[in-house]
């Protein structure tokens, strides 16, 4: 059965870092379109960051460019998100997804992917 998992939540302070992981049981990463989402207590779902599979190019929403870095490793079936600098802004339960995309995945804004995990809770406090 096709799952996906993150991992590497945790509460961290202000201005820390944490590297979220998000692997796949049942299909291989490669050929998929990998997004990180997040949705805070009482706000709407925000899409993070992507990378599409055919060509590599990632999407950074405005509020994380510059302090996170999306990556892949595909020996290892996996895809990362490095988060730096982090703020309070950034607690919310984040969540990994993966669908097999024609174009670029900064075109689609999280609907179009199908498989998702359950979410890794980051917390940035002091």
């Known amino acids: 059965q096709a799952q996906i998992v993150e991992s590497g939540g945790g509460l961290v302070q202000p201005g820390g870092s944490l590297r979220l992981s998000c692997t796949a049981s049942?299909?291989?990463?490669?050929?998929?379109?990998v997004g990180w989402f997040r949705q805070a207590p009482g706000k709407e779902r925000e899409r993070v960051s992507c990378?599409?599979?055919?060509?590599?190019?990632?999407f950074y929403a405005d509020s994380v460019k510059g302090r996170f870095t999306i990556s892949r490793n595909n020996a290892k079936n996996m895809v990362y998100l490095q988060m730096n600098s982090l703020k309070p802004v950034d607690t919310a339960v984040y969540y990994c997804?993966?669908?097999?995309?024609?174009?670029?995945?900064?075109?689609?804004?999280?609907?179009?992917?199908?498989?998702w995990g359950r979410g890794t809770q980051v917390t940035v406090s002091s």
């Open positions: 997804a993966a669908e097999r995309l024609a174009l670029q995945c900064k075109t689609y804004r999280g609907d179009e992917f199908g498989s």
């Open positions: 049942g299909f291989t990463l490669d050929y998929y379109a």
């Open positions: 990378i599409s599979s055919h060509d590599g190019s990632t």
